[in-house]
T-cell receptor
Framework: NAGVTQTPKFQVLKTGQSMTLQCAQD?????MYWYRQDPGMGLRLIYY???????DKGEVPNGYNVSRLNKREFSLRLESAAPSQTSVYFC???????????FGPGTRLTVL | GIQVEQSPPDLILQEGANSTLRCNFS?????LQWFHQNPWGQLINLFY???GTKQNGRLSATTVATERYSLLYISSSQTTDSGVYFC?????????????FGAGTRLFVKA
């Protein structure tokens, strides 16, 4: 089993460009999460999906949108990237909301 | 909102030494998890421990939910233990589900 996978691993954008970060899990988990990690800090929750068909805002949702495409996949979209969105983005999943979370390898995003 | 404080912020150990990392939280939580972020940035699950004590090899963890803290013990440290250790708390309330990470303890183990 691959666990949680994320694509791409690295991305450089110019201010104003858009992109979608992809996340997939093969553990049959119900809940999925998107976090960002800025240098020297812990992770902050952007959006989460408690179950297929639902999404909710986390601590720092501004500038992002999400789509729970099916039970396996949860994508994060930046419509108009800003330098403040330069960060490492992690996707995670758990078998239920608030249960043990398993993380993907992360996407390092730089916005110039 | 809930505050999560980890101590110490930085720790340097000689290989073979023992250490205790602490995570304090300011309000009741539903669940708590410890992670190790290795130097390559990968987040590795250590313990999912809302209460009680668990052990896995040289590592163990204790959470005392009523007193709002959790401890991570590392015994006989190795250079591969280097990295950042995070605790994260999970809560449900009228505002919905929240995950709050501490700022981490940065550990360096010298050979």
């Amino acid at each position: 089993n691959a666990g949680v996978t994320q694509t791409p691993k690295f991305q450089v954008l110019k201010t104003g460009q858009s992109m979608t970060l992809q996340c997939a899990q093969d553990m049959n988990h119900n809940s999925m999460y998107w976090y960002r990690q800025d240098p020297g800090m812990g992770l902050r929750l952007i959006y989460y999906s408690a179950s297929e068909g639902t999404t909710d805002k986390g601590e720092v949702p501004n500038g992002y949108n999400v789509s729970r495409l099916n039970k396996r996949e949860f994508s994060l979209r930046l419509e108009s990237a800003a330098p403040s969105q330069t960060s490492v983005y992690f996707c995670a999943s758990s078998d239920g909301e608030g249960n043990e979370q398993f993380f993907g390898p992360g996407t390092r995003l730089t916005v110039l | 909102g809930i505050q999560v404080e980890q101590s110490p912020p930085d720790l340097i150990l000689q290989e073979g030494a023992n250490s205790t990392l602490r995570c304090n939280f300011s309000d009741s939580v539903n669940n708590l998890q410890w992670f190790h972020q290795n130097p390559w940035g990968q987040l590795i699950n250590l313990f999912y421990i809302p209460s009680g004590t668990k052990q896995n090899g040289r590592l163990s963890a204790t959470t005392v939910a009523t007193e709002r803290y959790s401890l991570l013990y590392i015994s006989s440290s190795q250079t591969t233990d280097s990295g950042v250790y995070f605790c994260a708390v999970y809560t449900f309330n009228t505002g919905g589900f929240k995950t709050i990470f501490g700022a981490g303890t940065r550990l360096f183990v010298k050979a």
